[in-house]
């Protein structure tokens, strides 16, 4: 990121910011301001790092510092840049792929096709009365609180996930599931669903393996909550707003 007089911006111009070490791939990931955007890997430290004007950081770190569509295309190029990095070798007969397209990769030997591989993940909130449930997973980095998520499994629905994260991970069963938005999850390359739902039935009985803590919250009562650039966040400052 670059400081400019509005503050931290993703450096535009007719040149590399950096330069781009020899045997890289540059990958064009679509238009930004109306120009062309493209992203190669750099291997850290590099010259300049410690200017004033530049500030090198990681894209979790970014949100706190770049404008909203900026560090959405961020995170498209680290989402590309993993891609790339783990698809160098077809894992059906191990021979180097090559690129067909922006987002494609093919095995010139078994002609197996790759592309960017997107996880699907659900996270639900759920409301009691007046209250919420959060939970602490035992993989958080910190103290904060948030909502049961999961991950996609094969041969189900969305909305069958939802119920079988909640069941699993709470003990308990929901009713009123409706959908509420989705969110580009590029840690490394996914894509959260977020629902709503009401509580019908049930004691929480936590999931060790998962969950260490989790509890309904009255809205004066809240631990810790995730930050503002997940759509966590985003869930539940929708139901304060309301509440």
């Not at 040149?15 to 070490?21: A, H, L, N, Q, R």
Request: charged share 25%.
């Amino acid at each position: 990121m670059e400081q400019q007089a509005s503050g931290y911006h993703i450096p535009i111009g007719d040149e590399p910011p950096v330069k781009v070490p020899i045997g890289s791939t540059i990958h064009y990931i679509g238009e930004f301001q109306g120009l062309p955007c493209k992203t190669y890997n750099i291997h850290m430290p590099i010259s300049g790092e410690e200017s004033p004007q530049r500030l090198m950081t990681g894209l979790r770190a970014s949100y706190d510092f770049l404008p909203f569509d900026e560090y959405y295309k961020a995170g498209k190029a680290f989402q590309i840049l993993n891609w790339d990095q783990n698809t160098r070798y077809c894992p059906a007969c191990g021979v180097p792929t090559r690129q067909i397209s922006d987002i494609g990769k093919k095995c010139p030997q078994c002609r197996q096709e790759f592309y960017p591989h997107i996880s699907p993940a659900i996270i639900v909130r759920i409301c009691k009365d007046d209250s919420i449930l959060l939970v602490h997973a035992r993989n958080f980095r910190g103290t904060f609180y948030g909502l049961v998520a999961g991950f996609l499994e094969a041969g189900e629905t969305l909305e069958e996930c939802v119920h079988r994260e909640v069941m699993e991970e709470t003990g308990l069963q929901i009713k009123n599931l409706k959908y509420f938005g989705s969110q580009p999850w590029p840690y490394p390359s996914g894509v959260m669903i977020g629902f709503t739902a009401d509580y019908a039935s049930g004691e929480i009985k936590l999931q060790n393996e998962e969950l260490n803590a989790g509890a309904f919250f009255t809205k004066d009562k809240l631990p810790e909550i995730p930050q503002k650039l997940s759509l966590a966040r985003k869930l539940i400052d929708d139901w304060l707003e309301k509440a």
